[in-house]
């Protein structure tokens, strides 16, 4: 579920990395640290991670530079083949999505995604909160890097910046797409038996950290 943003990632998988790399002048301070926001993730990751939309493959690639055993789902067609380029066609990536995958072969202790979460609804997330919980162990952890507002009024001024910059793809995106509220997001894995914390990486981008309870 929450793959009605499929089509954005065919047509913009061979060029996401140009992105990313701040390219784009829309999309530069979405993208701002990219490289360091990856790996932080990295950084606070156990052993045995499932990662979700996987994309090019870029946080993978750092995953499993450090040693940890990736267990990687990703919906589009598209992004996979980018990333076997890059990851190596040995490597295996999974066709699933944040509410619907494979079940990963053995135990794992972290969930982590990078600009994902947010193609999810509030009440999917919810779900999925709850669903991730029956995944983990206690100590386990979710790891999820996403654009993110502290509020309504953020998130509608953030949207209206853009617009006066002329950047109309960007506010139309965080008009669009199911940008999260992060009291929202602080409630539903409380809900679901996490505690908490966030982290600000750029105007746009945090860090979730939710530890299993
Ligand atoms: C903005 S890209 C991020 C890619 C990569 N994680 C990164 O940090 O560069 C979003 C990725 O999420 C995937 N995606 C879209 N909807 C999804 C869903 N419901 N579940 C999992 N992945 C999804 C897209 O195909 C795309 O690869």
Known sequence: MGREFLGIFTDWADSYDSFVEGHDPEYKEVFTGYESI????VRRSGKHVLEFGIGTGNLTALLLGAGKNVFAVEPSAQMRQVAARKLGNGFAIHDGDLMSFPQPPKPIDTIVCTFVFHHLTDAEKQEAAFKYAGLLPTGGKIIFADTMFLSPKIHQDTIEKARCQ?????????????????TYLKDSFENAGFFVRFSQCNEFAWILEATKK
């Open 38 to 41: 990856l790996a932080e993730v």
């Open 166 to 182: 002329g950047f109309h793809g960007l506010a139309d995106d965080l008009g669009r797409e199911y940008y999260p509220q992060i």
